[in-house]
């Protein structure tokens, strides 16, 4: 990354007093990990700070240290608007719509728009929490252990535990250095990884229940009845995309789930190397890595399952 705009970036954090922090909506571990370990730094450096996720903050993550100060839009006057994973500005919610260019935007998706004043996008970095790892210390920012579990949390989540094909000894070293401070991957691992609620776990059976394959992709099918009925309270699959993952003998691994406002969330996962899923979900105005990827597409869930898959087999050659 080219230092000039590390550097400026630097001097922007330097010079800001209130600052307003955002990511992604239906927030994953790297959103919640990057939002609260750069949130957390400028706050013990003494800065004030708003972390926002449109969203909130799923059941999951709720045990990192500092979650309770993420809230759900932001309030007063700020000097400085910063986004993290966020490879769009669309995607930090309707409650940003007219908030404003972000001063500072720092993501590692191939597909960011670089929509920000100073944008620092890493694409060869396996997660938005991996970039401030390398560059908080830099910044002259302390990463102490909350910074590092909430850090940690972001580079295991983005990686389904160091799975991912795009994984690097960088990545592990960087794992190593948090885990220096005395954060407990274990725990993170179960916790992000592992563990699941009854309701999610009743909202995967529902998904697996429709799985099907065809021409190299494997997807299911998640609906706001399933949703309903398992008494899960996301809007999410719950990461039933990355049992999905699991399945072999295909090359793409999708889910779609029917959202309430006529919208269907549709993620895929490459499950092969040299298949880039990122291209298809740019196709649908959605964003993401060449091994995982996702879009929000409005329409109804047959309709938009059908077109989909037509168009990923298409652009795939599957």
Not at 22 to 31: E, F, I, K, L, Q
Not at 82 to 96: S, W
Not at 279 to 295: S, T
Not at 304 to 312: F, G
Request: overall charge negative; proline content about 3%.
């Amino acid at each position: 990354m080219d230092s000039k705009i590390i550097g400026e970036i630097k001097d922007r954090l330097d010079a800001a007093k209130k600052i307003v922090i955002a990511s992604h909506v239906r927030p994953d571990g790297d959103a919640i990990g990057s939002l609260l370990g750069l949130g957390l730094a400028l706050r013990y450096a003494g800065k004030a700070v708003q972390m926002i996720l449109a969203d909130g903050v799923p059941s999951s993550f709720k045990y990192l240290e500092g979650s309770k100060f993420i809230e759900k839009e932001p309030k007063g006057d700020h000097d400085t608007f910063i986004t993290v994973d966020c490879a769009d500005f669309k995607r930090t919610g309707k409650i940003f719509e007219n908030f404003g260019q972000p001063d500072i935007n720092i993501d590692h998706h191939k597909t960011n728009e670089k929509f920000g004043k100073l944008n620092l996008i890493e694409a060869e970095e396996v997660a938005t929490s991996a970039i401030l790892t390398n560059y908080l210390p830099v910044w002259g920012f302390a990463i102490t252990q909350p910074i590092a579990a909430a850090l940690l949390t972001g580079i295991i989540t983005d990686t389904l535990g160091f799975r991912t094909s795009n994984i690097t000894p960088e990545a592990l070293r960087q794992a190593a250095t948090l885990m220096e401070t005395g954060v407990d991957m274990p725990e993170i691992y179960m916790h992000s990884l592992v563990r699941k609620s009854f309701p999610a776990a009743r909202y995967w059976g529902a998904g697996l229940s429709t799985l099907q394959s065809k021409n190299g992709i494997v997807w299911g099918t998640l609906t706001v009845a399933d949703r309903k009925l398992a008494g899960y309270g996301g809007n999410d699959d719950a990461d039933l995309i990355n049992m999905i993952s699991a399945i072999d003998g295909n090359k793409v691994g999708m889910v779609f789930v029917e959202q309430n406002n006529n919208h269907v969330k549709i993620s895929w996962r490459a499950l092969e190397a040299g298949v880039d899923v990122s291209k298809v979900a740019k196709h649908f105005q959605g964003g993401g890595h060449a091994a995982a990827a996702g879009a929000d597409i409005e329409g109804g869930l047959v309709e938009v399952q059908k077109e989909v898959l037509k168009t990923t087999r298409e652009m795939l050659n599957l």
